[in-house]
């Protein structure tokens, strides 16, 4: 067992290994394999044996300054849906406690407590005051 590893070690040495692409790419094969087995369209399954191939190519290559290129590429894209649906999901979550407001001098977004009425605020990136109104 301990031999494989070994082996398995010497051969990913110097390759690029997984990253952040790579799981999505890993999810995109999933999805499509699985909805071209359920619609039988053959074009889709194709296109998902093809992710798996770049996948696998993208792990094994010696490459190393393209492929962290190419996931760069891909999270500067990636990581503003990301950020959205997860403030969203925290907005769902926490819609008892909290309310999210953005500023509007800054435009961060801040935090407040959820009490109803009408308030200030205060940013804590700009120092600026503004009202904010709570109806539910
Ligand atoms: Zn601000």
């Not at 997984?18 to 399954?45: C, E, K, Q, S």
């Not at 849906?81 to 909290?98: D, G, P, V, Y």
């Not at 500023?103 to 904010?132: E, I, Q, Y």
Request: proline residues 4%; glycine residues 6%.
């Amino acid at each position: 067992m301990g031999n494989w590893k070994n082996k398995l070690i010497a051969f990913m040495y110097g390759r690029y290994g997984v990253d952040a692409l790579y799981y999505a790419l890993n999810t995109l094969w999933i999805v499509l394999w699985i909805v071209g087995m359920f619609t039988g369209f053959w074009p889709l399954t194709a296109l998902a044996w093809l992710c798996l191939g770049y996948m696998f190519f993208r792990m094994l290559s010696r490459n190393i300054a393209r492929r962290r290129a190419e996931n760069d590429r891909f999270l500067k894209i990636w990581n503003p849906i990301r950020s959205f649906f997860s403030l969203q999901w925290r907005r769902i979550k926490e819609c008892r406690t909290a309310v999210y407001r953005k500023c509007p001098d800054c435009g961060s977004m801040l935090r407040l407590p959820h009490r109803r009425g009408k308030h200030t605020a205060a940013c804590p990136r700009c120092g600026r005051r503004f009202d904010v109104r709570i109806l539910f």
